[in-house]
């Protein structure tokens, strides 16, 4: 297949595909960063009020400018906006920490382990998660002995 086909084809996939005009999608075609071209066609695709690669481009430039998107941490990836309160190092690397945005953050990376619940009774789960009345009872043998 020639190139010059091939590229007509890949600018009506893109036409077809985010409803651009043909400039648009020429433009969108020749960005020059691969990864910023994916989050782009993401942003025509997803966002109803972004209908052109400018306001894409726009759009995509106000997000890398926002200081919430700032790298926090190298090592887990967390960015400014996710800091924890509540430790002392602030990112996904303090895994001892309990506060409430690294229990977030593991529920919305699929790290949370629903067994784990901070309020039940580690060996029988009494008293947290779907029950939170439930009574521990792993305890009563040992106290009918003394």
Do not use: F
Request: hydrophobic share 25%.
């Amino acid at each position: 297949m020639p190139k010059d086909h091939a590229r007509k084809k890949a600018l009506a996939a893109i036409k077809d595909s985010y409803g651009v005009k043909h400039a648009d999608a020429i433009a969108l075609l020749d960005h020059p960063d691969a990864g910023e071209r994916e989050t782009l066609e993401r942003y025509l695709a997803e966002y109803i009020d972004i209908n052109t690669y400018g306001e894409a481009v726009d759009y995509l430039r106000q997000e890398q400018a926002d200081p919430r998107n700032q790298l926090l941490c190298e090592t887990c990836g967390w960015l400014m906006g996710m800091v924890c309160p509540e430790c002392k190092k602030g990112c996904g690397c303090e895994y001892e920490c309990t506060g409430w945005r690294h229990e977030e953050m593991r529920a919305a990376t699929g790290e949370y382990d629903p067994d784990d619940d901070p309020y039940g009774c580690e060996e029988c789960g009494a008293g947290g998660g779907d029950d939170p009345y439930g009574e521990c009872c792993c305890y009563e043998d040992e106290e009918e002995a003394a």
